[in-house]
């Protein structure tokens, strides 16, 4: 199975501040390269997601940074907000939309 | 437009008993997809069905699992036998037509089996 490798496992970053969230990946055949908010109790849901065609995109206050010769993408999340707290994965995602999931960063800011 | 339902949210089972999860996938999406989520761990894929058919199998335990969906009703992933480390939560996923690939999968609010 394809790896994605998922770092920080967790973070804790105050009010205000930038949380970077870096994936790194192995096979080259991806379509998109998305990233999940998971809240607590709750199934994950699209955040941000980007093609490999392009190496940056920005949704309001989040931002992905790809950089395909690498193989890695990160999340950015600018003046981060307590209501941003939850569980982030990176995932890929190559034919029949079927995702492979990063191990997940439980993120907690702090006020 | 009613999201991705899945029931029952909570499930409790002994050793040896069967779990029977069901899932709704969203209006007008025709693919869905299991997913199971370990304690602190990722999603893991476990199966991905289009009506009547079983596309991909490959994250789905050989022995005990199985997973159908059929033309009418919701799909249903099937755990024979459950062990303790069958506890999870389970979550279905659903997406349109192929085609329309961009990386969103809907996800319903999981299944949590526990196993005593």
């Known amino acids: 199975q394809q790896q994605v490798k998922q770092s920080p496992q967790s973070l804790i970053v105050q009010k205000g501040g930038i949380s970077i969230i870096n994936c790194a990946y192995e096979?080259?055949?991806?379509?998109?390269f998305p990233w999940y908010q998971q809240f607590p109790g709750k199934g994950p849901a699209l955040l941000i997601a980007?093609?490999?065609?392009?190496s940056e995109k920005k949704e309001g206050r989040f931002t992905i940074s790809f950089n395909k010769s690498a193989k890695q993408f990160s999340l950015h999340i600018m003046d981060s907000q307590p209501g941003d707290s939850a569980t982030y994965f990176c995932?890929?995602?190559?034919?029949?939309?079927?995702?492979?999931f990063g191990t997940g960063t439980r993120l907690q800011v702090t006020l | 437009n009613a999201g991705v339902m899945q029931n029952p949210r909570h499930l409790v089972r002994r050793r040896g008993q069967e779990a029977r999860l069901r899932c709704s996938p969203m209006?007008?999406?025709?693919?869905v997809y299991w997913y199971r989520q370990l304690p602190e761990e990722g999603l893991k894929f476990m199966v991905y069905l289009q009506k009547e058919n079983i596309i991909d199998e490959s994250g789905m335990p050989k022995e005990r699992f199985s997973a159908e969906f059929p033309k009418e009703g919701p799909s249903i992933l099937r755990i024979q036998q459950v062990v303790r480390g069958d506890s999870a939560a389970y979550f279905c996923a659903s997406s349109p037509l192929l085609g329309q690939n961009t990386g969103e999968l809907f996800f319903g609010e999981g299944s949590r089996l526990t196993v005593l």
């Open positions: 209006k007008g999406h025709s693919h």
């Open positions: 096979n080259t055949a991806f379509d998109y």
């Open positions: 980007i093609r490999p065609d392009v």
């Open positions: 995932a890929v995602t190559g034919t029949a939309s079927k995702l492979t």
